[in-house]
Structures are given as structure tokens and as C-alpha cells.
């Protein structure tokens, strides 16, 4: 951990304030996401002409708040990105750690499994899915967690793969230690700073992702504020009132490069092997 | 090369097969097909007609030896919304999406590229950390936000080209900035560290000692080895370009398959979704066919590795 230090503030700042934003919503937020007043609508960012104080970054088509909608927005979007980040990654590395240490059949299949899901395009994988499904969170958690379970288990297996081969672990097999103990009393901590890496920057990839999917009408449903639902209802007006457009995508921007940088830095500090390449 | 490009097919169509079972699987056990299609306020006997009609009343292995019999001979089935069988709706669409998809792609290399070389040697100086800014933010920026806001300066502000539709070379622009971008940015990272990582080998130091010019070490040399890393992206990420032209397609009115896709979901014209994807997603799969191909050109071990 001894290379944590400023750089490692300045990425986790727009992180933490979407954090804090998400958590505090009912508090922080000026006004009410859902209702608004239509008599006010469309009104331009407070330094504007025609701007009002109450509205900072003013109001969208249905007179509602802005910035009200941009912080509960942080919390429909990180709480959906945490879930399917989670759901993912602990999929994603239970299947790597299995599939690594059986190797044979399992392995084979396991492996087979990620080719084909690699040769699918995930927005198409959504489609098909949503299609049928309908468009709902939970959908949407789980079409998440299904395009990111991929890229842990096949990290995770390469490296149990090199793992399970080290004195330590034929040591605690000679031992007489049962498999569940040796994946995760032994394997597991291993390569815990990898999967923290990995879900890191997943974080960042399946905000975009979620976004984007609300976007095109598949995740979440208005009136329920979104970053990418939002973004949806003002792309059609945006000669009208730039400010709806701007601000959320912003939003996701500053968020996903602040997770992002904050992957980096985790990545420098956790793993030394990857430190000269990364850095280079 | 001739045995190496029959293994290569030979996985390809183990890929496609596997492709075919995921949209089943997908498409048959994520809900009843029947119910998503038929408005909320259909009676049973409705929900059981259809479930009839589309042979959903059959058990699993039967509708999968009849979908994958479908795939094979094209038969996708009828669009309820167009009245033309699904599958030709979709090809018609399918130049479109190739042509953003391939414009995008070309752009994004004929940017990122050369960033990614100019970063490497200019390692830690001012180039390489704009070009490294570059990358990390557009590493960051959605699609969908980077396409409205190109509408909104470019079209909108400064009345320069057009919002949407497709026809003119006009048309082509802002939609392949937009695909292009994201894809440039983590092309560029990677031809920086493939670089950087070739300008460090013995043979890059014998060509400069033995008084190669500059250029030629550097192209001739180190380029032709760090585009393989390069090429296994671009191949990998054709398909994220195809999925990001689906978005694309929608905010430019771009008329192609995702475009179409997406539309058909929200009007319950199920035939017309299934042929979209498949057809989007065999697509990828020949694509990194080509690729695959392409390494055993440019890298001779390669063709005699994985003998499995």
C-alpha cells in the first residue's frame, strides 16, 4: 500500500462525492426527482438569464430539478453498478478458482463457456435477453452481472492455474487439507487484490454500461431517475435546453474516470508485477 | 498456413454454434416469447394460440433442433410489424451497420495508432501525457453522451453537418467520431505500451547500432511486432463496435440492423430481434476468423501453437 498517496485522492474525489450524493439523497437534494412543476419547466442553470436560485442547474421538461434528479440518479446508478459488480465478480471468481484448480473436464467446459461469450457482443447478449425479459433492475443487475462474470473467471483460472502448482499449496494438499480449505483458506487470499482490481474497474465499465442500456429504453424505467434515462428523454429536446443533456453525462463521465484512475492506482499499489508494465 | 487456417475454421464454427445456443438460451429461458409479445390485456386462449403458432409448446431439445434448423436456412420467420420474412429485413440493414462499424474502425486506428507511437517516444513528456489524457477520458465517455453532445456543438451550434440519417460522406462523420472514440482510447494505450514494450528488445538495439535510420527501425521493426497485440484488440473489440453501433445507430437515425433491433423490441416483434442479433453477432464471429488468419500471416510461430 505504500504507493496510496495523493494521486489516489484526486480520481476518488468525484467518486466519493457520488458516493456521498447517493447516500445522503434524501437530505442533499433540493427538490423532489419525481415531481415537478410544469409551469417551470425547461428553466436554464441558476447563472443563466431566466435561471432561478432554487434551480442550480435547472429544470427538464417536466419542470423537475436537475440536480435533484442528478443525485438520486447516483443512487439508482451505483447502487445497480455495486450489485452487478458484486454478482459478477464473485460468480466470475468461484467459477476461475474451480475451474483452475479441477482443470480437466470442468476446465474444458468452463473454458469453451468463455469463448463463446466472448464472441457475443454484450449489447446484443442485453437485447435478447431484455427482449424477452422485459426491462426491470433486477433484469438489468443480472444482465450486467452476465457480461461481467467473464473477464474474473478467466483472469482468476489463468492464475490458479500457475498457483496451484506452488509449494504452499502441495504442502497444505500433503498436509491432508480438503479442497474447500485450499481454495479459500489458501488460493483465495491469494488473489484476492486481483479480484478487487478486476471489480474496480468493472465498476466504471458497467456504470457506462447501465447507462447506456437505460439510454435505449432496456433498463431503468421513468420516471425512476437515471443517469442514462435521463439522458434518453433529453437527447430529443436538446436544441431546446442543452443543460439536460450536459450535466448527466458529466455525471458519468467525471464518476467512471474517477472509478477508473482509482483502478489504476489500486492496481499499481496491490500488484507489483504489474507495476513496471503499467507505468512503463 | 493451410492447416493452420482449417484448425482456425474449425474452432470458428464451434464458436458459432455456441453463439446460435446463447441467443437460444437467451432468447427461450429469459421469459415466454409469447407473453412479451401480446398485449398485456390478451386472454389465455390468445397466449396459448400463439404459444402454439411459435411452437413454444414443444419441449426444449425440439425447439432447439428447429431454431438451429432456422439458423442454418435462414428461417427466422415472418416480421408481425413488416410482413417480410425476418431475416431479409435485417440484411438489408447490414451494409449500414458495417459501413459505421468499419468507418469507426478506420478512424479509430488511423488516430490512435499513431498517438500510441507518438506516447511511446515521448515517454513521460508533454505528448505522451495529452495523448494518455486523451485515452482515459475517452475511456470514460458513454457513446450515447459523446453523440448528443457532437449533435449539440457540431450540428446544432454550429450548423456544420447534419444530425441524422445516412446517405452523404456528411451523414458518415459524426456517427464514426462517436462509435470511434471510445475504441481510440484504449488503442492508443495499447500501442503505447506494445511499443514501449518492443523498443526495448535486442533487436531494436542491434537495428539502431547497426545504423538504421530512425524511421525505418521504428517502422519496419518495432511497429511489426507491437501490431500484434494491437491486432488481437482491434479483432476483440469489433464486437464491442458492433454493440456500441447499436446506441450509435439510435441517436443518428442511422438505418441499420441495431437500429432495428432495438425498434422491434419496443414494438414486440420477436422474429425480427432474434434474426438482428444473430445476424450482429456471426458477424463478429467471422470477423475474428479474419483476424485469427491475419496473426498467422504476420506472426509465422503462431501458426504452429494450441495444436489442440
Known amino acids: ?280 | 498456413m493451410l492447416q493452420y487456417g482449417v484448425r482456425k475454421l474449425a474452432h470458428t464454427l464451434l464458436v458459432a454454434l455456441g453463439v446460435v445456443t446463447l441467443v437460444f438460451a437467451a432468447l427461450r429461458l429469459s421469459g415466454d416469447p409469447a407473453a412479451t409479445m401480446l398485449p398485456g390485456d390478451a386472454s389465455i386462449d390468445e397466449l396459448v394460440a400463439l404459444r402454439k403458432t411459435l411452437g413454444l409448446d414443444r419441449p426444449i431439445p425440439v425447439q432447439y433442433a428447429s431454431f438451429l434448423a432456422g439458423a442454418v436456412t435462414g428461417d427466422f420467420g415472418i416480421s408481425f410489424r413488416h410482413q417480410q420474412p425476418a431475416l431479409g429485413l435485417v440484411l438489408d440493414r447490414l451494409p449500414a451497420t458495417l459501413e459505421l462499424a468499419f468507418a469507426a474502425l478506420v478512424l479509430a486506428v488511423v488516430v490512435a495508432v499513431p498517438l500510441g507511437i507518438i506516447a511511446a517516444l515521448n515517454r513521460g513528456r508533454l505528448a505522451d501525457v495529452l495523448a494518455m489524457a486523451f485515452a482515459v477520458v475517452g475511456q470514460a465517455t458513454p457513446y450515447f453522451w459523446m453523440g448528443i453532445m457532437l449533435i449539440l456543438v457540431v450540428s446544432v451550434e454550429l450548423g456544420w453537418l447534419p444530425t441524422s440519417g445516412r446517405g452523404t460522406w456528411a451523414h458518415l462523420i459524426l456517427p464514426a467520431i462517436t462509435l470511434g472514440t471510445h475504441f481510440a482510447a484504449s488503442l492508443a494505450r495499447l500501442t503505447r505500451t506494445a511499443m514501449l514494450e518492443v523498443l526495448g528488445q535486442n533487436y531494436v538495439t542491434t537495428a539502431r547500432a547497426k545504423g538504421l535510420p530512425e524511421r525505418t527501425v521504428i517502422l519496419a521493426h518495432a511497429l511489426k511486432n507491437a501490431s500484434v497485440p494491437v491486432i488481437t484488440l482491434i479483432g476483440l473489440q469489433f464486437g464491442t463496435l458492433l454493440g456500441g453501433a447499436v446506441v450509435t445507430e439510435t441517436i443518428f437515425a442511422w438505418p441499420g440492423v441495431g437500429r432495428l433491433a432495438v425498434q422491434s423490441i419496443f414494438v414486440r416483434d420477436y422474429p425480427v430481434v432474434q434474426a438482428g442479433v444473430f445476424v450482429l453477432a456471426l458477424s463478429f464471429v467471422g470477423i475474428n476468423l479474419l483476424v485469427d488468419l491475419l496473426y498467422g500471416v504476420l506472426d509465422p510461430r503462431i501458426r504452429t501453437e494450441d495444436t489442440a
Do not use: C
Open chain 1, 1 to 280: 500500500m505504500r504507493r496510496l498517496r495523493w494521486p489516489l485522492l484526486l480520481p476518488a474525489l468525484p467518486v466519493i462525492v457520488a458516493v456521498a450524493a447517493a447516500l445522503l439523497a434524501p437530505w442533499v437534494a433540493p427538490a423532489s426527482p419525481t415531481s415537478g412543476n410544469l409551469a417551470a419547466r425547461l428553466r436554464p442553470p441558476a447563472w443563466i438569464s431566466g435561471g432561478s436560485g432554487t434551480r442550480l442547474l435547472g429544470t427538464d421538461l417536466l419542470g423537475r430539478d436537475l440536480l435533484s434528479r442528478l443525485i438520486w440518479g447516483a443512487r439508482i446508478s451505483l447502487l445497480i453498478a455495486l450489485a452487478a459488480t458484486v454478482l459478477g465478480a464473485v460468480v466470475g471468481s468461484l467459477i476461475g478458482l474451480v475451474s483452475g484448480y479441477y482443470r480437466g473436464r470442468i476446465d474444458r467446459v468452463v473454458t469453451k463457456l468463455i469463448d463463446v461469450q466472448l464472441a457475443f457482443p454484450f449489447v446484443l447478449l442485453a437485447i435478447a435477453v431484455i427482449a424477452v425479459a422485459g426491462a426491470s433492475i433486477p433484469v438489468l443487475v443480472i444482465v450486467l452481472a452476465i457480461g461481467s462474470w467473464v473477464g474474473h473467471a478467466r483472469i482468476i483460472r489463468g492464475l490458479v492455474l500457475s498457483l496451484r502448482e506452488r509449494d504452499y499449496v502441495q504442502a497444505a494438499r500433503a498436509l491432508g487439507a480438503d479442497t474447500p480449505r485450499i481454495l479459500f483458506r489458501h488460493l483465495l487470499p491469494e488473489i484476492l487484490s486481483v479480484i478487487l482490481i478486476l471489480a474496480t474497474f468493472d465498476v466504471g465499465r458497467i456504470i457506462i454500461l447501465e447507462s447506456t442500456l437505460s439510454f435505449l429504453g432496456l433498463g431503468v424505467q421513468p420516471p425512476t431517475p437515471s443517469w442514462g434515462s435521463d439522458l434518453r428523454d433529453a437527447a430529443a429536446y436538446v436544441r431546446q435546453a442543452w443543460w439536460t443533456s450536459v450535466f448527466p453525462g458529466l455525471a458519468i463521465m467525471v464518476v467512471v474516470l474517477g472509478v477508473n484512475l482509482v483502478g489504476d492506482a489500486l492496481r499499481d499499489a496491490l500488484d507489483p508485477r504489474t507495476q513496471s508494465r503499467a507505468r512503463a
